[in-house]
Every structure is written in structure tokens, then in C-alpha cells.
């Protein structure tokens, strides 16, 4: 692993993580042409793509984008601006600001396709927190979703592609619908919102560097005022660091530094409250998330509690607080049913699951998770627990019975109560003291003896360690102290929505002041905890606004939302007395009702005094109902015994023919209930046997819809593979067809001929000029060279061609066409980018008025050569350009010692003689000639005693001017010699 790093720019880099598949590779061009290369982040993508397989998206992307593309190197830091291409093989995770492949096997036998990017972008939300960022394209299936929670769950920011602009909106789409991406943009519009989040980001940060309080106490107490009024929820409990993190983070995707204008924008955006108070919720959670914890609580805690209800006839009852969307509610219910699955006396199991979140608790009820929970999950699991459904798995019908899902405020609303387990993770540390010593109140007044409080990792009930003792300190598991007084129900402060709140005591009595007061209040509650009957205060709704002692015998919540109906709340054989009670004391005078019932507690009945009261005073509780219930004792056998003989020998009386009256009565209402019996019992057995036949027939659908998805599942994951790829094949073939068109146009405007043959010496291409030449037409492309005429006086093209290709030595000659024209031919070898021979290239370059004027030269060359005496023509630098053969004769002296050398320094320099350099230097810019310049010097031949020269302007046809010199051997005669005379003259 590697060490971590302390390089600040590193610790606070910006990552953006980059999920797509089918159809992605479009917004990725748009996304990165549109980025800027100073955004100060880095940049990870992650695509499906064929296992194995070379991916092409560096070389692609490259050209879109001003930043550097390249492919991810293990172990490799991260570094600003610039973009790493991961391929999915091994699945890539962050750790300590470096890409490191995955440990965890991204395929597991029976668990669908792999999630790379879910894998990603949790390890980002762990590796990053708060600088991760996650932007989602097109592409199938669900694969990024999780991952967009995580990083949602740790502050990050989440942008996702409009689904109209995605060629296939399922990934996109998928992540939306979890109402946890912050921006729905198309791929071109990202950039600049992402540039600006980032800008926004950094100012707040300098702030921050400069000690400057950003949200100040006052402005964030009215903030929090503005989410209780829309929404009914109260934060002001929450610690101010959670709160002011969160808001900052808002501030941050709206742009807004100043608390201020945040809080006017708060003010005119009502809808903008609604995400602030989404915000402030953390409803993010995962399958088996801490999987020691729940292997704990499954092999040491949960059996012996379940066994103890099973033993007792009680249900086993169990509250998840802040359940989110469910995954860890179905995780306690998946543990419960596979401990007691193979019982043969189970106990019923009811999990109560509860969140202020009603979008969560919605998705919850759904039962429906995206496929990537499978990397949760172990393979048996996933088959016994859930149904797969397109690219998604469904929760069991056998788990999903034992959990009643409602929205509800745990430090609003009433509590349930009787419980025999408890989870409430990682919501105490957000809390303020205060809350958190009343929501440990509230848990130990919910749990029964031996009850168990599940909390976080960094959670205890230290607050009331009286009431708790450790039962898993690793685990963070606590259980119910024994020996302790039962917990009081703490003060609630009314139900969290449109629930009228049950007046203070001290807002009709005068308020309690000093100790005294609050010890003597105290003792009150204790002796009416000890001696007064469980007591509930209903409004005039019959809603619930107070609960006194223990009511969970004869009171349990409803499935369903949370709505504190009394009636609904009302176990069998109370509800429809009590319902008739309320009415008694409602429509009419009667300010008290009394009835003897018998409840159905646990399979068993219970005879209850039920009292219902009309409160009138004092004014503040006037319209208020108290419902008592009385537990009335069992009488004994042997009373009973006695009484009824009593009964038997006492006279009769005046009393017989109200008891006559009462048993026809008494009997009348038993035939009612016997007939009313069978025909429910006649009704439950014929929907008995319908309810077999249907499930008979939904476990044939079902076993066939799992091999159909199955099968489904292989195909969509191939055709989502077929797709990259097909993509990435037509931008290749989209650059290919970009190149040739190049190379056509480039071919075209070099207006040559040229002629391409493969290896045996067939058409492969050719350009327009080429047809003058050869007689070749489109039609002739694959047909061999030596079918075709050519209109040139070369009959060797075919056989040059073939030596070329033998020994792939280019070759060059000079071909006349049959009206005269000449071009250079050039032959060579055509090679591939891989360096392998697949035929030649010939091209005719026109050389004609080259060769015109060769043939002059070629001429005068002639000319000079037939003469005897030595000729010398010099350049303006008086070097010389050529000789002619006559001077060679005359002088031991070759052409290589000759040409292109100074004359003065020819042979032992003879003709370095200043007037001959005087009179040669005015040829040219004077156009002078001289003749008969007599030069002496020992030139090898005996026979003369020196050289007479003759120098001219030679005028050629480029307008470039040499100088012809000419010379004569000088030899002695009989009679004496006359001077020499110099007479030079203008030449013409």
C-alpha cells in the first residue's frame, strides 16, 4: 500500500470521477473540449469495455481536449488538469490520493455484471470525502448509482446527463431517480457548472484559511427557521459544524459565498428549502454495511432473543431509527429470518423502520435496489433473499412482511415502545448533547428488559450509562441494565407535522422554579409511573399527543405513515369499544365512559377496565380525551368456584328475570358470533385455496422470469460490451475515412501522376494526371498493370516494378511519351505503419522544360569539347564551373581538382597573378574583355615559355553570366620575340 501522502496540493485535489457506457463516448468528447486547463482538478474515467482489451480512449479523447489524456498507471499520484482513462478489468480505487486496482473481484459467480464504476466512485466518496465529484452518461443498466450515494453521503457533488440528450438514459436516469445528483445538465453544459462549483469552492476555502466566519449564529438560527416552517422539522438540535458543512455545501452548488445573499435566496426559492432540508438528512446507507457488527449480532445476541420470544409467546419487536431507504432494516430482517427460518416454534417478528425522509421511506417500501448491491452481498444471499428484475433486484416477500416502514421523527413524535432491539447508527454524533440524553431517554423507555440498543462506531449512551451496560464493545451493541427503574417517557416536543401539541403543564399551573420544584416533579412522575395505569391523551382527532406507562399491550403503531390514530393503534377486542367510548363522551353530556373489554394481547385475552374521560380542566387541556386502561386481575378458581355456588343456592328474586334476559341476550350475540365465525372461516379457506393455487402458479413464473433474466442479464452485459466497442470502431472509422480524405485531396493538389499496385502488381489507386499517362479508369481498380496500354515509349514499367518489390531498392528513370514529353519516373516500395510491403508507388514527375534546357547545354558542351586549345568557364567568385577536354590534355590536372575550385589556386597556383585577378575581376561588372594576356610560369610543357589568355562575359539563358577564358601555348620562334602588349577592349 502505498505510504500517505503529505503533499498539500494533494490532500486537497479536486477528483472528478467519470462514469459511462453505451453511448458515452459523444458527451465525453463534448465534456472534455468544453473544460478548461486551469480547473485545478483531476480527472478519472471509467467506461465499460471488453475485458482483455486495448481501449483506444487516450487516442480518441486526445484531440478534444486541452488537457493530457493518458491511461492509468498503478500507484501512480494523481495530479491536476490532467485525465486518466482506467479500463474496468480489475475495478480502480482510490487510496491515499493514488489509483490502486481493486482487491475485490469486480465478477462474482451469480451476482450479475460488474459495477466498475459503483467501485469507483465509493472509493472516491472514502478516498476523497468532500472533493470527490461524480458526473454520470449515457449508458445501460444502473451501474454508477450506488456510488452516487456515497459520494453524496460525504458531501461531494454529483452532476448527471439530461436523459433526452443521452443516446441511452438508463445510468443517468437511474442516478437521478435517487434524488441525490445536484445538477441534470447535457455533457456541453457541465464545464462550466463544474468550473464555477470549483471557483466557488476555493474562494470558500480562503475564507476559511482566513479565519472568517462564513455563517454567522444569528443568520443560521433564521435559516433553520425558514426549513421548520416549510417543512416542519427543527434542526436547531443538530451540531453547528454538521449544519454549517452542509450549508456551505449548498452555497457552494447555487455559487453563493455570503450566508447573507444565501438566506435571500432561501427567501425567493421556496424549492431550494426543500434540498437544503434534503441536505441536512443523510439518508444513505448500504446492505450489511460494518458486516462485523451484523456477524455479531447474528452468532452471539439475536438467537437468544428470538429464542426468548419464541419461549414467551411475544413478538419479537425491533425499531431501525433513520432506516433511509431500508437497506439496513431488510439487513436485521435478512439475519432474523435465517435464524429461525428452520424453527419449528417461531416467534412473530415485526421491525418497525422509521426516517423524516418520506422520499426514502418510499423507496424503501419499493423494495427495489440497484443491481450493483450485489457487491454487498454474498451469492447466496442474493439468491434466497431477492428477485432480479432488469437491472435491479427486489426484495423477498418473506422479508419484506416483517418490515413496517413509516415516516416518523424520533425526537418529535411518540416512540414505540416494547421493544426488543434497537438501531440507531451514526445519528447521536450529529446531535447536541441535550438531544442525544433525551433520545437515550426515549430508547430506554422503548426497550423491554434485556433489550438491546445497537449504535455507531463512535456512539455510546454515555449520558445514561445507569441505564445501558456493554453487551459487544467492539460492536457497539449495549443492553438494558439490569436492576434499574424503568425510564421515564421523556418531554416530547409535539409531533413533527400538522399534529396540535399537548400544552406544557406549566402553561396553566405556575411554572416549577428552583430544584426543589423539579425533584418534587419528579417523584410525581415516578409514584404515577409505579401506581397510575397506562394513560393516553387523544385530541379531539383521536390523534395521540401524550402516552403515560407502558402501552404497549394494548396500543401498537399501524403499518403504514406514521399518523398516531388511536384507533388504528388499538389491539383486537379494544378498537371498537373504544371507538364507541369517544363517541359517547363526544356527542353527548357524558364527560365519563367506563367498560369492562377483553384485549388480545400475545395470542392470549386480557380483561381491561377501559376509562375515557372528557378533560375540561384546567382550560389549557379543555377538548382534550384521557383514555385509561385498567388491568383487571384474573379471578382466582377456587373464588369462582364459590361464587357460583353462592349464586346457585341463593333464592330467587326480583333480580331472576334480568338474568333471564341477559343470558337470551348473552346467547343471541353468541349464535351472531358462532354464524359470523363460520362464515369467515368459510371465506378464509376458500381464499385459502386460491391463495395456494396462485402462489403455485407465481413460483412457476418466477422460477422462468430468473431464467429469463439471467439469460437477459448475459445479453445486456454483451451488448453493452458490443456497443463500447462499435462506438470506439466508428470513431476509428470516422477517422480513417478523415485521413483518407486528406490523402486524397493531398494526392489531388500535387497534380501528379501517381500509381499505387499491391503485391502482385494490381490497381490499387491513382491519381487524375495519371490517365494521361496510363489508360486506367475507376473500374480498373484490383486488375493487374500488364492489361493496361500506357502512351509511354517505356515498355519496362512492368518488369521495374518487379525488381523494386524483389529487392525494394527505389528506382529512378528518365520516360518520353510517344508526343515527346518527358518525366522522371520514380519507383518505390509502399509500405504499411507497421513496416510490411504491400506493393510499390511510381510517380511521374513532368521534367520537361528541365530537359529543354539540358539539351542546349548539352549542345554547347559539345561545342566547347571539339575545340584543341584549353577553355576554363569561372563563376562571378572565379572559381570554375567546367573544362573542356583540351585543357585536361594540356595540363596534368582532373576534374575533381579542377571544378569548383578558385583558379588561383589550381595546380601550384600559375595563374595567381595579381593583374590576371585585376583584369578577370572587371569581365563581369565592367562587361569588358581583354586578349593576348601574357602569362609565364611553368606549366609542364618545354616546349613553351608561357600562356597568352583571352577572357569574355559568356550571357546564358537564365540571365546568370559566367566568364569564358581561353588560352595558347606561347612558343619561341627563329627570329626575337615582340613585347608582349596588353590591349584590352569592351567585348560586344
Excluded at 421493544?419 to 447508527?425: A, E, M, N, S, W
Excluded at 380483561?607 to 386502561?629: K, N, Q, Y
Excluded at 452485459?717 to 480513417?736: A, K, P, W
Aim: hydrophobic share 40%; net charge negative; glycine share 6%.
Amino acid at each position: 500500500m502505498p505510504p500517505p501522502s503529505d503533499d498539500p496540493t494533494v490532500q486537497a485535489l479536486p477528483i472528478v470521477g467519470v462514469g459511462g457506457s453505451a453511448g458515452s463516448l459523444q458527451p465525453l468528447q463534448s465534456l472534455l473540449a468544453h473544460l478548461p486547463a486551469d480547473t485545478g482538478a483531476a480527472y478519472v474515467i471509467v467506461t465499460h469495455h471488453p475485458r482483455g482489451e486495448r481501449s483506444l480512449l487516450p487516442e480518441i479523447l486526445g484531440p478534444h481536449t486541452a488537457l493530457p489524456v493518458q491511461m492509468v498507471e498503478e500507484g501512480e499520484a494523481l495530479a491536476p488538469d490532467r485525465v486518466y482513462v482506467a479500463l474496468p478489468d480489475d475495478g480502480w480505487v482510490l487510496v491515499r490520493g493514488q489509483l490502486m486496482r481493486s482487491r475485490d473481484p469486480l465478477e462474482r459467480p451469480g451476482n450479475g455484471p460488474p459495477h466498475p464504476i459503483d467501485t469507483l466512485f465509493r472509493s472516491l466518496a472514502e478516498g476523497a470525502a468532500h472533493r470527490a465529484i461524480a458526473i454520470v452518461l449515457s449508458g445501460t443498466g444502473s451501474d454508477g448509482t450506488l456510488g452516487v450515494q456515497a459520494i453524496k453521503s460525504r458531501e461531494g457533488m454529483v452532476m448527471a446527463q439530461a436523459t433526452d440528450t443521452a443516446e441511452f438514459g438508463d445510468m443517468p436516469g437511474n442516478a437521478i431517480a435517487t434524488g441525490q445528483v445536484d445538477y441534470v445538465l447535457p455533457a456541453a453544459d457541465m464545464p462550466a457548472t463544474l468550473t464555477g462549483y470549483l471557483r466557488s469552492r476555493g474562494d470558500r476555502q480562503k475564507a476559511l484559511a482566513d479565519h472568517a466566519p462564513l455563517i454567522p449564529q444569528n443568520l443560521l438560527a433564521r435559516i433553520l427557521n425558514q426549513v421548520r416552517q416549510r417543512t416542519g422539522h427543527d434542526f436547531s438540535g443538530y451540531k453547528t459544524s454538521t449544519l454549517h458543512r452542509r450549508l456551505e455545501r449548498r452555497m457552494d452548488l447555487r455559487q453563493i459565498v455570503d450566508a447573507e445573499e444565501y438566506l435571500t435566496y432561501l427567501q425567493t426559492h421556496p424549492e431550494e428549502i426543500d434540498l437544503l432540508f434534503q441536505e441536512f438528512l443523510i439518508s444513505v446507507t448500504n446492505f450489511f454495511r460494518d458486516p462485523p457488527v451484523w456477524t455479531t449480532l447474528a452468532e452471539k445476541l439475536l438467537p437468544a432473543m428470538l429464542q426468548r420470544a419464541a419461549r414467551t409467546g411475544q413478538e419479537f419487536r425491533a425499531w431501525v431509527v433513520g432506516c433511509a431507504t431500508g437497506e439496513e432494516a431488510y439487513t436485521l430482517a435478512i439475519l432474523v429470518r435465517e435464524c429461525i427460518e428452520h424453527w419449528e416454534q417461531a416467534p412473530e417478528v415485526r421491525i418497525f423502520a422509521t426516517d423524516v425522509d418520506q422520499a426514502a421511506i418510499n423507496i424503501a417500501r419499493a423494495g427495489r435496489y440497484p443491481a450493483g448491491i450485489a457487491q454487498d452481498l454474498t451469492e447466496a444471499r442474493v439468491r434466497r433473499h431477492f428477485s432480479a428484475e432488469n437491472d435491479a433486484y427486489r426484495i423477498g416477500r418473506e422479508v419484506r412482511d416483517m418490515v413496517v416502514f413509516a415516516e416518523h421523527n424520533a425526537l418529535q413524535d411518540p416512540p414505540f415502545t416494547g421493544l426488543d432491539l434497537i438501531t440507531c447508527r451514526n445519528l447521536l454524533i450529529y446531535l447536541e448533547r441535550d438531544r442525544q440524553e433525551r433520545l437515550l431517554a426515549l430508547f430506554r423507555y422503548s426497550l423491554r428488559s434485556q433489550g438491546l440498543l445497537l449504535l455507531g462506531a463512535s456512539e455510546s449512551p454515555d449520558y445514561h450509562s445507569e441505564a445501558f451496560s456493554v453487551a459487544d464493545k467492539e460492536s457497539r451493541i449495549f443492553r438494558v441494565a439490569e436492576g434499574g427503574l424503568p425510564s421515564l417517557l421523556p418531554e416530547m416536543p409535539g409531533p413533527s407535522r400538522h399534529h396540535r401539541a399537548l400544552p406544557s403543564q406549566e402553561s396553566s399551573d405556575s411554572p416549577a422554579t428552583g430544584t426543589g420544584n423539579s425533584l418534587a416533579r419528579n417523584v410525581e412522575r415516578l409514584l404515577a409511573l409505579q401506581f397510575a395505569p397506562p394513560t393516553v391523551v387523544v385530541n379531539d382527532r383521536g390523534e395521540v399527543v401524550y402516552i403515560h406507562g407502558r402501552t404497549g399491550r394494548f396500543l401498537e403503531p399501524a403499518s403504514g405513515p406514521a399518523r398516531n390514530q388511536i384507533l388504528e393503534m388499538a389491539r383486537p377486542g379494544l378498537r371498537a369499544p373504544l371507538s364507541q367510548a369517544l363517541k359517547d363522551v363526544t356527542g353527548s353530556d357524558t364527560d365519563h365512559v367506563t367498560r369492562e373489554v377483553q384485549v388480545q394481547t400475545n395470542g392470549d385475552t386480557e380483561p381491561v377496565r377501559l376509562e375515557v374521560r372528557r378533560i375540561r380542566t384546567p382550560a389549557a387541556l379543555s377538548g382534550f380525551r384521557l383514555v385509561a386502561l385498567h388491568s383487571v386481575p384474573a379471578v382466582d378458581p377456587a373464588e369462582a368456584s364459590i361464587e357460583s355456588c353462592a349464586t346457585a343456592a341463593a333464592p330467587e328474586g326480583g333480580n331472576t328475570a334480568d338474568a333471564t334476559r341477559l343470558k337470551r341476550e348473552l346467547e343471541a350475540l353468541r349464535q351472531d358470533k358462532q354464524f359470523a365465525v363460520k362464515e369467515l372461516q368459510s371465506s378464509n379457506e376458500e381464499l385459502q385455496s386460491l391463495n395456494e393455487e396462485l402462489q403455485s402458479m407465481n413460483e412457476e413464473h418466477q422460477s422462468s422470469n430468473e431464467e429469463l433474466e439471467a439469460a437477459k442479464e448475459e445479453v445486456e452485459s454483451l451488448n453493452q460490451e458490443l456497443r463500447s466497442v462499435n462506438t470506439e470502431l466508428q470513431t476509428r472509422v470516422d477517422d480513417l475515412t478523415e485521413a483518407n480524405d486528406d490523402l486524397k485531396n493531398l494526392l489531388e493538389s500535387t497534380h501528379l501522376a501517381i500509381l499505387f499496385l499491391d503485391e502482385s502488381l494490381n490497381i490499387k489507386r491513382f491519381t487524375m494526371p495519371a490517365q494521361t499517362l496510363i489508360a486506367v479508369r475507376p473500374s480498373d481498380i484490383g486488375r493487374p498493370l500488364r492489361e493496361l496500354t500506357t502512351r509511354l515509349c517505356y515498355d519496362s514499367l512492368e518488369a521495374d516494378a518487379e525488381a523494386v518489390l524483389d529487392s525494394l531498392i527505389p528506382r529512378e528513370v528518365k520516360v518520353q511519351t510517344q508526343t515527346g514529353h518527358w518525366y522522371l519516373l520514380r519507383i518505390q516500395p509502399y509500405r504499411s505503419t507497421r513496416n510490411v510491403i504491400r506493393g510499390v508507388v511510381c510517380t511521374f514527375q513532368d521534367i520537361q522544360a528541365a530537359q529543354g534546357v539540358a539539351r542546349p547545354e548539352a549542345f554547347f558542351r559539345a561545342v566547347v569539347d571539339t575545340v584543341r586549345e584549353p577553355l576554363l568557364v569561372l563563376n562571378s567568385e572565379l572559381r570554375v564551373v567546367s573544362a573542356n577536354d583540351g585543357f585536361y590534355r594540356s595540363f596534368p590536372l582532373t576534374p575533381e581538382s579542377v571544378e569548383g575550385r578558385s583558379l588561383f589556386k589550381l595546380a601550384d597556383g600559375q595563374w595567381n597573378h595579381p593583374e590576371l585577378r585585376a583584369l578577370l575581376t572587371e569581365v563581369l561588372p565592367q562587361n569588358k574583355a581583354f586578349h593576348d594576356f601574357e602569362l609565364t610560369a611553368d606549366f609542364g610543357d618545354p616546349e613553351s615559355t608561357g600562356l597568352l589568355l583571352n577572357g569574355r562575359r559568356l550571357e546564358l539563358e537564365d540571365d546568370a553570366s559566367m566568364i569564358l577564358l581561353t588560352m595558347e601555348f606561347r612558343r619561341p620562334v627563329s627570329r626575337a620575340p615582340e613585347p608582349a602588349a596588353r590591349s584590352p577592349d569592351h567585348g560586344p
